[in-house]
């Protein structure tokens, strides 16, 4: 017998959202009581723009590390393999307001003030494929998606201050 699965992301009507935002994809309770929430976070529209993968490598990397200087909680912070956006992974439960603040200040420290020397993970020990790099494209499309506002509902434009 085969159990039938449902992957909420493939549920999800991506003709209808309007990017960049953030949305709640779901929260659970495990056997412990612990909660764990994860969240969209969709920086460019589906199906109509992807961010390049040096340069989306090297967002990925800088938001490991600016998102733990933001909030506690976070257990892990990945891109789609749509190159859209990630998937952020936390401890308990937070707004999508909340989350939304946190990736544009993240952004905002990637477009303005970030150096090749703030980039963790970019030797041959430390990162799978540290050649793949793109400061300079993580910088532009931050840049672009910060003059597009983050929205913390999928469906209507709400930019987050």
């Known amino acids: 017998m085969t159990k039938e699965v449902l992957v909420e992301s493939f549920e999800?009507?991506?003709?209808?959202?309007?990017?960049?935002?953030?949305?709640?994809i779901s929260e659970e309770t495990g056997p412990k009581g612990d909660m764990?929430?994860?969240?969209?976070?969709?920086?460019?529209?589906?199906?109509?723009?992807a961010i390049p993968t040096a340069g989306l490598h090297t967002i990925e990397h800088?938001?490991?590390?600016?998102?733990?200087?933001?909030?506690?909680?976070?257990?892990?912070?990945?891109?789609?393999?749509?190159?859209?956006?990630?998937?952020m992974i936390m401890w308990g439960s937070h707004s999508t307001t909340e989350i939304a603040q946190v990736i544009k200040s993240c952004l905002e420290e990637i477009a303005e003030v970030t150096t090749w020397e703030d980039v963790p993970g970019t030797t041959i020990e430390s990162c799978g494929n540290y050649k793949d790099h793109s400061l300079f494209s993580a910088k532009e499309w931050a840049k672009l998606i910060?003059?597009?506002?983050?929205?913390?509902?999928?469906?209507?434009?709400?930019?987050?201050?």
């Open 12 to 24: 999800l009507d991506h003709t209808i959202v309007k990017a960049p935002y953030i949305r709640m």
């Open 36 to 49: 764990i929430s994860n969240y969209d976070i969709r920086l460019v529209q589906p199906n109509e723009d």
């Open 62 to 87: 800088l938001l490991a590390l600016l998102i733990r200087k933001r909030m506690d909680g976070l257990i892990d912070c990945s891109p789609f393999g749509c190159r859209t956006g990630f998937h």
């Open 146 to 161: 910060l003059e597009q506002g983050i929205s913390d509902d999928p469906f209507e434009r709400h930019i987050v201050e």
